[in-house]
């Protein structure tokens, strides 16, 4: 018999960003999880703890994960199942990767939403000195909410952070009064994506992986060319190639070869990288479990090339 699929609503973002409160003032709404039977989970464990009262006659299950070895599939769904649990409600741990939580969520929890969580004021200091884990969390943000917000911080540099990662995400502005405002700050690409073919420069390829991981979907039928670097895998079949380029967000540490699925329907002999000039047209397949668009590559042309000028990309 297989479980009813269970929404997953996921709140990240660093320790002390208002997680916690948040939380709070969602799942108490009248019109949040009615009648549902609604999981907390837990995995970090700040100032604030939650008032239970402020849910009212609400059925609420509140459990915690003091260890990420506790984060597995089994237990979790036996929570679920033990309690009748209808919707999930996860307070991710700052300091943990994605892959820790996707990789251990029960077949029938799919993420419905994400929202990440940061204090306006500490926000910069947080990501220079935590650039990698809080990029990890900005990558599969739906909602950014920026907590503590008032007028001297600086909107432009909180947003282009925001957008150097992740460019489909909404961005609010939340003062102490508990006031959003919505960021509309327009940001146009620097490729022409309505173009008969997208042509991606060398210096905008980070711009153009970021956004095609993002929003896949608008890619859908499309064509583009670009240079990367062409390399097989053994755990990829035949005529299946992976295509990208190194990407360096801040230092050499966080650098990662950023590809993309890729069939070829020629035979191409490939025994190490090469740099290739790439046409393909791109297709997308959706991954329910993760709320996930994947972009694939047909290739349609492909010849080899110099390498760019900067072999790694970087925003």
Not at 14 to 19: F, I, R
């Amino acid at each position: 018999m297989s479980r009813k699929k269970l929404p997953v609503y996921l709140f990240l973002g660093p320790l002390e960003s208002g997680k916690t409160n948040f939380i709070e003032k969602i799942v108490s709404n009248d019109k949040f999880g009615l009648d549902k039977n609604i999981l907390i989970l837990v995995c970090e464990e700040g100032e604030t703890e939650y008032d239970l009262s402020k849910f009212g006659d609400k059925n609420i299950t509140l459990h915690i994960i003091d260890d990420i070895d506790e984060l597995n599939a089994k237990s979790l769904d036996d929570i679920a199942v033990t309690k009748d649990i209808d919707i999930v409600v996860i307070e991710y741990n700052g300091m943990w990767h994605m892959n820790s939580l996707i990789a251990n969520m029960p077949e029938n929890w799919g993420v419905y939403e994400s929202v990440f969580l940061a204090d306006a004021s500490v926000f910069e200091v947080y990501f220079q000195n935590m650039k990698s884990i809080i990029i990890d969390k900005l990558n599969v943000s739906d909602t950014v909410i920026f907590n503590r917000y008032e007028n001297n911080e600086e909107i432009n540099d909180l947003h282009r952070i925001v957008r150097s990662v992740n460019r489909r995400c909404k961005i609010f502005y939340c003062d102490d009064r508990g006031v959003m405002d919505p960021d509309d700050m327009k940001d146009p690409l620097p490729f022409d994506i309505d173009a008969e073919t997208i042509m991606i420069k060398d210096e905008d390829y980070a711009i153009w992986y970021n956004d095609i991981m993002n929003e896949a979907a608008k890619y859908q039928g499309k064509t583009v060319r670009f240079k990367a670097l062409i390399t097989s895998r053994p755990e990829l079949p035949k005529n299946v190639f992976a295509i990208g380029r190194y990407i360096m967000t801040c230092c050499e540490a966080d650098m990662e070869f950023c590809w993309l699925l890729s069939l070829y329907n020629r035979y191409y002999p490939l025994e190490d990288e090469k740099w290739v000039s790439v046409t393909a047209d791109v297709s997308v397949q959706n991954y329910e479990k993760q709320n996930l668009d994947v972009p694939v590559l047909k290739i349609t042309d492909l010849y080899e090339c110099e390498p760019p000028k900067e072999p790694i990309a970087t925003f």
